[in-house]
């Protein structure tokens, strides 16, 4: 054999065109991995808006199951804080953000365990989830996590929970 048959490798040529292919695939790839973040953060929001909406769900329920027609301070069978405070009910049954300590502590007592972290707007640092800001029956949590504005509100008036995603 001589020496020519015994090397083999790749040509420049071959080397070029495996090059032009990984570029073409990376140029496809990229922008959908760019998206899979945003994705994941309005997920995030509406998971989250849904899993408060199942809390206001769940006091109301129980309200009801009580027996109850009016506003309650606590409403029985819902909970067992630490704080030893209960969910508060409008007259309609709703999760009542005006008694006890505001929106944050009704986002805790809601969405319970693994909730993602909530802080008052007023003296809120960089390290919470969601800023709460309570506006007479309404509080609006702010996603911080993205930088974009995006809100979930509850209104303790008709016990409704919308999202608002920029």
Known sequence: MNSKQKQKGFTLIELVVVIAILAILAAFALPRFAQLSEQAHRSSIQGTAGALSAGVALVKAQWVTNGSTAAVASVEGFGDFADGTG????????????????????????????????????????????????????????????????????????????????
Not at 97 to 113: E, I, R
Not at 119 to 138: F, L, Q, V
Not at 150 to 157: C, G, L, N, R, V
């Open 87 to 166: 969910v508060a009910a409008t007259d309609d049954g709703w999760p009542d953000p005006t008694q006890g300590d505001g929106c944050t502590a009704l986002w805790d007592k809601l969405l319970q365990s693994n909730a993602p972290s909530v802080a008052p707007a007023a003296n809120a640092d960089d390290s919470a989830d969601y800023w709460a800001t309570a506006d007479g029956t309404e509080c609006e949590y702010e996603y911080q996590l993205d930088g974009e504005g995006s809100t979930i509100t509850y209104d303790s008036a008709d016990g409704s929970v919308t999202t608002n995603i920029n």
